[in-house]
């Protein structure tokens, strides 16, 4: 078991940066994949990055790419998306997730490769 506990949403202007962080517990931390995801109103979870088990590998969902950074601290048990130029259409309930369903990080763009979810953070994008 895997718990996930995602801190830092929050309200910003468009063009602006947050940092969002979620600390898992329960398992060891370096075994498993950590990954991101958002869900806007009425539309479907939609994928965000992921992160490699040692931290050296990441990929991104091309809304996002260029603009937000993943990245994990072993011995802190966290990890973190770091987001510039935040848009309105970035606004949505961030989601961190924990799995290794998929055999390459660009296999992991799908809710089904991942066990364990936090409960999100809001991050709400004014123009």
């Known amino acids: 078991q895997v718990q996930l506990v995602e801190s830092g949403g929050g309200s910003v202007q468009a063009g602006g940066s947050l940092r969002l962080s979620c600390a898992a517990s329960?398992?060891?931390?370096?075994?498993?994949?950590m990954g991101w995801f958002r869900q806007a109103p009425g539309k479907e979870r939609d994928f965000v990055a992921v992160i490699s088990r040692s931290g050296d590998s990441t990929y991104y969902g091309d809304s996002v790419k260029g603009r937000f950074t993943i990245s994990r601290d072993n011995a802190k048990n966290t990890v973190y998306l770091q987001m510039n130029s935040l848009k309105p259409e970035d606004t949505a309930v961030y989601y961190c997730?924990?799995?290794?369903?998929?055999?390459?990080?660009?296999?992991?763009?799908?809710?089904?490769?991942?066990?364990?979810w936090g409960q999100g953070t809001q991050v709400t994008v004014s123009s």
């Open positions: 997730a924990a799995g290794n369903g998929g055999v390459w990080l660009s296999t992991m763009t799908s809710v089904h490769a991942y066990d364990y």
């Open positions: 329960g398992r060891t931390f370096s075994s498993i994949r």
